[in-house]
């Protein structure tokens, strides 16, 4: 009964068309740290970005990045200048009609980053007093710190054109190994951005990126 | 982006530099607080800090600009001299706290013309030396009229 069936199901031609999309490279930039380093406090920084699709729903990913932050507070004011890597792996989660490419992705992220924090200047803080305080700008840098960290990320990314892609993504980031400077704090890390202090941070992105297909599957 | 905002998601609460407290006790019965009366107390060059008030104990603000500050004490119209000196250790304390002076090896020094304070020690001695101030939890200092 069972070989019958198989038999007759070998024997009609599919009437369906197996759409397949490309597997490749896809390397892009982060347009938001541009964006950002004109609308707001935001010094300047450069992300590239790239991922190498694996399987039908899996992504090999990372991101590589360089950034210079000030962080203004009250008392405080400081520069974080440095590198970031983040390499993990993206989910994608959205069921695409025919040869769309599109993704509702979840990505999972190991970050390292190394860099440099200077104060430039602090103040003393001494309350109400009628004293005068002490401004202090001889800058003071320490160099050789390092974050590591894990990182969440929720993303939605649209094939705009012909293996031209835009993504949106935010991220939740959590510390696991942070180095202070001597008698200070390290406020913000390339890659992770303001260090909240629960160790928790946040980010989004704002991406272009090109497919170089290698295959379709 | 979420982490630009201009609102700030902590507060100062730490304890940042610690203030001077004295407690005035009498002289002549030197476990025993005194108030003093017609109190009046300025930093050289400020305004007062008190003025005229009848008070046992005080707190007084030491100069993180300088390793140095003199307080004029006068009660009832008689001036004494307090020359406090001392070396000062910065500290980081948090991000929305910045940085607090920590005054180390306080010396102080009451002028000689004892107008109305008398002593500084229960052995009414006219200097001494505070090893640290860095919390304003206790007195750091004792003035004996």
Not at chain 1, 17 to 25: A, F, H, M, R, S
Not at chain 1, 80 to 87: M, V
Not at chain 1, 184 to 210: L, W
Request: glycine content about 6%; charged content about 15%; some cysteine.
């Amino acid at each position: 009964m069972s070989a019958n069936a198989q038999q007759v199901n070998d024997s009609i031609p599919k009437d369906s068309i197996v759409y397949k999309t490309n597997y490749g490279l896809r390397l892009g930039i982060d347009l938001s740290k541009p964006i950002r380093s004109i609308l707001q406090d935001y010094n300047s920084g450069i992300e590239i970005v790239g991922d190498y699709r694996i399987s039908k729903k899996w992504y090999i990913a990372a991101e590589l990045g360089n950034e210079e932050f000030t962080t203004n507070e009250d008392f405080t004011n400081s520069t974080s200048k440095g590198s970031y890597i983040k390499a993990g792996l993206n989910y994608n989660s959205y069921n695409n009609w025919l040869d769309m490419n599109n993704e509702i992705f979840i990505g999972f992220r190991y970050g390292f980053a190394t860099f440099e924090q200077t104060l430039n200047s602090y103040q003393i803080n001494i309350g109400n007093s009628i004293l005068p305080s002490v401004f202090n700008n001889t800058p003071f840098t320490q160099k050789g710190l390092t974050a590591h960290w894990s990182e969440l990320q929720l993303g939605f990314r649209a094939e705009v054109y012909n293996n031209i892609f835009i993504t949106f993504s935010g991220s939740y980031k959590v510390m696991v190994n942070i180095t202070d400077p001597t008698n200070f704090k390290t406020h913000y890390a390339p890659g992770f951005n303001r260090i909240y202090e629960s160790n928790t941070g946040f980010g989004f992105n704002y991406t272009i990126s090109y497919l170089i297909p290698f295959v379709k599957k | 982006m979420l982490n630009s905002s201009c609102e700030k998601d902590d507060f100062c609460i730490e304890p940042i530099t610690s203030k001077m407290i004295i407690r005035f006790y009498n002289a002549t019965n030197i476990t025993q607080t005194k108030t003093v009366s017609d109190l009046s107390v300025n930093p050289e060059g400020y305004d007062e800090i008190y003025s005229n008030v009848s008070i046992d104990s005080i707190v007084i603000p030491l100069d993180v600009s300088n390793n140095q500050i003199i307080y004029n004490f006068s009660s009832e119209g008689n001036q004494d001299i307090l020359s406090i000196n001392y070396e000062i250790e910065e500290v980081f304390v948090s991000r929305s706290c910045g940085f607090k002076a920590i005054f180390n090896n306080v010396t102080v020094t009451s002028d000689v013309s004892n107008d109305w304070i008398i002593g500084l020690t229960e052995t009414l001695e006219n200097t001494i030396t505070i090893p640290t101030i860095d919390n304003e939890s206790s007195a750091h200092l004792q003035i004996f009229h």
